[in-house]
T-cell receptor, first 117, second 116 residues
Framework: GAVVSQHPSRVICKSGTSVKIECRSLDFQATTMFWYRQFPKQSLMLMAT?????????EQGVEKDKFLINHASLTLSTLTVTSAHPEDSSFYIC?????????????FGEGSRLTVL | AQKITQTQPGMFVQEKEAVTLDCTYD???????LFWYKQPSSGEMIFLIY??????QNATEGRYSLNFQKARKSANLVISASQLGDSAMYFCAMRGLTGGGNKLTFGTGTQLKVEL
């Protein structure tokens, strides 16, 4: 199946700094990628939909200035958590849909665990 | 609007036994897809099985089968011959197939533990 790679898998940062997380589709092109946030023992909550070459669409309640999303190419989307605070500590996971896929299934990255001290 | 309900926060099953994880859904989309994902403790989401609302037959993938009952709006996952490696969190998800929407809506998940 298609492979989606996220980097870094774990990051620890100080409060007030910014952190960038990359999401890459390794063997397919993805015009649309999705960013999710997951708190411990909870479900995935969609944060935003990232479209190549255009602005991301954010879900209600998600601060677009805090979570900057850039989808510069058909294989790369980045999520930047700006001025991170301890409450931003979470598991962030991206997904992408393979163009022309029969089921439209979404392939997920390995996730990135952010800890803000 | 779409909603996925998983009523079993945790399930236990003995190795080699079969287990059913429940999932019910609600949607106004006439055409939709249902998915099951497995999330081990390492965090990655592993796609298991897909069922289209228009599919006449229940989907099967190896030891996984989806018991799709459209009238009851249920899409239960059946895992046969459970293995220790099946211990993980399982999420049911859906997305509408009309209007070009790609967003997946997830249930709250079921934590499955396979015991010896």
């Amino acid at each position: 199946g298609a492979v989606v790679s996220q980097h870094p898998s774990r990051v620890i940062c100080k409060s007030g700094t910014s952190v960038k997380i990359e999401c890459r589709s390794l063997d397919f092109q993805a015009t649309t990628m999705f960013w999710y946030r997951q708190f411990p023992k909870q479900s995935l909550m969609l944060m935003a939909t990232s479209n190549e070459g255009s602005k991301a669409t954010y879900e209600q309640g998600v601060e677009k200035d805090k979570f900057l999303i850039n989808h510069a190419s058909l294989t790369l989307s980045t999520l930047t958590v700006t001025s991170a605070h301890p409450e931003d500590s979470s598991f962030y996971i991206c997904s992408a849909r393979e163009l022309g896929g029969d089921t439209g299934e979404l392939f997920f990255g390995e996730g990135s665990r952010l800890t803000v001290l | 609007a779409q909603k996925i309900t998983q009523t079993q926060p945790g399930m236990f099953v003995q190795e080699k036994e079969a287990v059913t994880l429940d999932c019910t859904y609600d949607t106004s989309d006439p055409s939709y897809g249902l998915f099951w994902y497995k999330q081990p403790s390492s965090g990655e989401m592993i796609f298991l099985i897909y069922q289209g609302s228009y599919d006449q037959q229940n989907a099967t993938e190896g030891r996984y089968s989806l018991n799709f009952q459209k009238a009851r709006k249920s899409a239960n996952l059946v895992i046969s011959a459970s293995q220790l490696g099946d211990s993980a969190m399982y999420f049911c998800a859906m997305r509408g197939l009309t209007g070009g929407g790609n967003k997946l809506t997830f249930g709250t998940g079921t934590q499955l533990k396979v015991e010896l």
